[in-house]
């Protein structure tokens, strides 16, 4: 009588979930379709979608991730939408030139916050050409029905909204407002979430010829130098020519490892002179604020960009 108890219970609770996925599911898909109605487009337009992200900050989390991946599946359903890659700032005035065309471009990115016993969550239309803000569409969700689906709402090593924005500010010098040239860095996975065991590439391009070293800062506040690495670095081999995208690592793999999860950050450094590098794998920093010992050069770039890991399910 106990297992079939048990047994009972297991299925009613699975049916919940089941139940509750299929409602966000819902007003994720009616969100992502009454957009191209709300901004009156009434040809097939071309979107990347971009990651959702914590509301007022870069940061990303497992329920933004699987907030990420419905809009794509629910934009790629949509007739009205074709769903391409995102184009990279430093590239879109090339890639215009080359396509030749004037195919309406657009991008869907979201945000999300905690409101009490509800996550509002938004989604917006916007065009790449000037950047304008096309439509909205916001809703609500029962914090209880996330805890039931098993997404967590912030990286495991992070307790509060207020504790990502203050890491921010300790990176802000990392944000690339003051740069001398145009320098961009991102990970290959659009929702910018990785299970233990995955594997990461970077991209990388700039504007100029220069050359570069990419910093992690991991979830227990340690920093290493991520590339090159001991298995990259023949002299040269960490310069990046002007408007070439370049995916690294080449010759080693960066595999996202546990036992520890949460966020975890890319800095990258670039300089139009050579850049001297201490291999050390991996130094302790401390607390957050100590990072600023990173030498931070007006005369150069940097990008950074945050990345959350998970358990694999």
């Known amino acids: 009588m106990k297992k079939i108890t048990c047994l009972l219970c297991g299925c009613m609770l699975f049916c919940t979930a089941l139940i509750t996925a299929q409602d966000i599911d819902a007003k994720v898909k009616k969100a992502v379709n009454d957009l191209i ?7 097939q337009l071309q979107v990347s979608i971009e990651p959702v992200n914590i509301s007022n900050t870069g940061s990303v989390s497992e329920f933004s991730g699987y907030l990420t991946s419905k809009i794509a599946q629910h934009a790629t359903n949509n007739r009205m ?5 995102g184009t990279r700032t430093i590239l879109k005035a090339r ?23 509800l996550i509002e969550v938004t989604i917006y239309l916007i065009s790449e050409t000037n950047n304008m803000r096309l439509a909205s569409n916001s809703f609500t969700i029962p914090v209880a029905d996330i805890e039931q689906m098993g997404l ?8 509060t909204q207020g504790e990502v924005l203050a890491r921010e500010e300790v990176f802000e010098a990392y944000q690339g407002k003051n740069n001398a040239f145009a320098l961009d860095a991102w990970p290959d996975a659009s929702n910018r979430v990785y299970q233990e065991g995955d594997t990461m590439f970077i991209s990388l391009v700039a504007n100029q010829d220069c050359y570069f070293v990419v910093y992690q800062v991991n979830v227990e506040n340690r920093r290493q130098v991520l590339y090159p690495n001991i298995y990259d670095q023949e002299k040269g ?9 370049r995916q690294i690592p080449e010759r ?3 595999r996202i490892g546990g036992p520890h999860f949460g966020e975890e950050r890319i800095l990258v450094f670039a300089s139009d002179t050579p850049i001297d590098l201490d291999y050390t794998p991996t130094r302790d920093i401390g ?10 050069d007006p ?15």
Do not use: C, H, M, W
Request: overall charge positive.
């Open 252 to 254: 080693s793999i960066f």
């Open 152 to 159: 967590a709402l912030l990286p495991a090593n992070i307790k």
């Open 237 to 245: 081999n960490n310069k990046l020519k002007a408007g070439e995208v």
């Open 95 to 117: 890639n215009s030139n080359q396509s030749g065309t004037n195919t309406p471009r657009g991008k869907i990115e979201g945000t999300f916050t905690r409101l009490g016993n």
């Open 287 to 296: 607390s957050l604020p100590t990072i600023r010992d990173i030498y931070v």
């Open 81 to 85: 939408y074709q769903v391409v890659p």
């Open 37 to 43: 109605v709300s901004a009156r487009i009434n040809v």
């Open 299 to 313: 005369k150069a770039a940097q990008k950074e960009f945050t990345y959350t890991t998970i358990p694999r399910k």
